[in-house]
């Protein structure tokens, strides 16, 4: 049977300013840590010879979102779980996209959609982030899972 990762805002507050957190619920048995803190700061010093010191008004100014200040989530089951990302429809579960709107990305280690959502697209559009749109806007599906 899958699992939903839901993380509370507390447990939010705690991945960003912490060690990473330990999952212990309904099944769900893991860890989950942020990618990289300090990103945004990083990504500051590295284009401060072309941004000057102020890449906010940089990246408003171009259109380009704002480097997150930390970023992605690293979630790692201790044993092979099949996990709930999307509903029915493949809309991205409200949980799931408050942590791709808050960190930019989420992996998860040792985890798998359930059998009847492998082969299906998803509909997940984040207007901020053009990277990841691989098909033209004439498409159903414009963004695919890796």
């Known amino acids: 049977m899958a699992t ?12 960003i300013t ?3 957190l330990r999952l212990n619920r309904g099944g769900l048995i ?13 990504i500051e010093g590295h284009f401060a ?12 100014g171009s259109g380009i979102a704002y480097p997150f200040s930390s970023f992605g989530v690293i979630v790692s ?9 999307h509903d029915d429809d493949h809309v991205l579960a409200p949980a799931l996209r408050q942590l791709v709107e808050r960190f930019g990305v989420v992996i998860f280690r040792n985890a798998a959609v359930p059998g009847q959502h492998r082969e299906a697209g998803q509909r997940n559009i984040f207007p901020d982030r053009h990277f990841h749109i691989d ?12």
Do not use: H, W
């Open 4 to 15: 939903t990762l839901e993380l509370s805002a507390v447990e939010i507050d705690r991945l």
């Open 18 to 20: 912490g060690a990473p």
């Open 30 to 42: 893991g860890e989950a840590a942020v990618g990289i803190r300090g990103y945004d700061t990083a």
């Open 49 to 60: 010879a072309e941004t000057g010191d102020n890449l906010k008004v940089f990246c408003q």
């Open 77 to 85: 089951f201790d044993r092979p779980t099949d996990i709930n990302i």
């Open 135 to 146: 098909r033209g806007p004439a498409q159903d599906n414009q963004i695919s899972m890796f």
